[in-house]
């Protein structure tokens, strides 16, 4: 069964901190995605990568990097925690001509608490 | 510019009710592709449907049903006969074909009572 794992399901970091999200597919996508997922706001795109070590900025990327070392992870950071920074992080991958004709395989998220 | 709109943020049904979630989109490409996805209590995003600009043919898996009309933009999903199990957000969510990216709307909580 082809997966989307994310490395951490619930994560409590302190204001300040770096924080390293992970995630990694088994599927081979070119593609991949950092939403993030706040109640009434639906899911806000951070940064997405098409490529390894490429990366494009989505609707909220303050606050925000990523890195893309292999084809297979994708990892978002926190360069300084804040509380603001508290929600559901999720994690997407998708073939390059996928997303129209495949949609997205997403990982099953991590919840960030920021105290 | 992209975008989806689901009006209904939370809806309460009783069990073997039927449910209709809305989803208007607003796109100016012409081609185009429109999806729903389930997210239960586990969290993770599971696809239920695409549909593509050009086909505006209805859909029906099992308990599910999707009505397309692109003269009023709008891509609705019923589920009949709604059980327990529907319980989730459900997302729907458009992609252009001249881009990579998603965009989704906020969501409708749907919780059926048994």
């Known amino acids: 069964d082809v997966k989307v794992t994310q490395s951490s399901r619930y994560l409590v970091k302190r204001t300040g901190e770096k924080v390293f999200l992970e995630c990694v597919q088994d599927m081979d996508h070119e593609n991949m995605f950092w939403y993030r997922q706040d109640p009434g706001l639906g899911l806000r795109l951070i940064y997405f990568s098409y490529d390894v070590k490429m990366k494009e900025k989505g609707d909220i990327p303050e606050g925000y990097s990523v890195s893309r070392e292999k084809k297979e992870r994708f990892s978002l950071i926190l360069e300084s925690a804040s509380t603001n920074q508290t929600s559901m992080y999720l994690c997407?991958?998708?073939?390059?001509?996928?997303?129209?004709?495949?949609?997205?395989?997403f990982g099953s998220g991590t919840r960030l608490t920021v105290v | 510019a992209q975008k989806v709109t689901q009006a209904q943020t939370e809806i309460s049904v009783v069990e073997k009710e039927d449910v209709t979630l809305d989803c208007v989109y607003e796109t100016r490409d012409t081609t185009y592709y429109l999806f729903w996805y389930k997210q239960p209590p586990s969290g993770e995003l599971v696809f239920l449907i695409r549909r593509n600009s050009f086909d505006e043919q209805n859909e029906i898996s099992g308990r599910y049903s999707w009505n397309f009309q692109k003269s009023t933009s709008s891509f609705n999903f019923t589920i009949t006969a709604s059980q327990v199990v529907d319980s989730a957000v459900y997302f729907c969510a458009l992609s252009v074909y001249t881009g990579n990216q998603f965009y989704f709307g906020t969501g409708t909580s749907l919780t059926v009572i048994p």
């Open positions: 997407a991958s998708s073939l390059i001509a996928g997303p129209q004709t495949y949609g997205y395989t």
